[in-house]
């Protein structure tokens, strides 16, 4: 992409949810209408619920729709810290119930071993049709932290891998549970990446133009890229 994306301002986090529903629910269609199956990488974060409560009841036909999730904690799906709980918890109900969901926790007993794995499970997902992401306020996406190990290979736009562990306790502050998140690399083929966030805070950080990971993001990717942003 050669030139920025303008960050699209919303009045409300219903109206953002309101237009990254309609966006993801655009593209998915024209992927059933064009080959007869769609693919849907969503986030966790308190963001997008309001996207999953819409998206849930579109019109689709979701037998032939796959989602998986840009990241995972390397927790119990049972766990309230489980992205994947909430994906099935408020996306995947009512007619949404009949997509397929590919999950990035396996029954692997550690998360680096697990990554490898959940690597393998993602790649017939690739190249996405849409994805649907969230950005803290530190400027990670999936779970790519600033300061983490993963980054050196989370970050690579040519590199091998589609999911990398990011293990806990770096950098300093971040979430006490090990993650595996996807790569920019397994990313970069999406049809459409669609960012949502809210807030001041982030706001200042999709202004700027550094050495965060969110903009490693949005220097790399060359597809369509959204940036929703509600106050």
Known sequence: MTDRPPIETFDSAEAAAEAATAAIVERLQ???????????????????????????????????????????????????????????ERLLTGPAAAATFVSLRGDDADPEHGAWAADLRVAPLIPFDAVLLGMGEDGHFASLFPGNPALEHGLDPAGARLVVHAPTGSPTGAPPQDRVSLTLHALMTAGLILVLVSGPAKRAVLDQDGDLPIHHLIRAYQGELRLLWSA
């Open 30 to 88: 024209a992927a059933l209408i064009d080959r007869g199956a769609g693919h849907l990488c969503v986030t966790g974060g308190r963001s997008p619920g309001p996207v999953y409560d819409r998206l849930k009841d579109s019109p689709l036909d979701w037998s032939h729709v796959q989602v998986t999730l840009s990241d995972e904690r390397w927790v119990d799906e049972s766990s309230p810290d489980s992205n994947a709980r909430l994906v099935r």
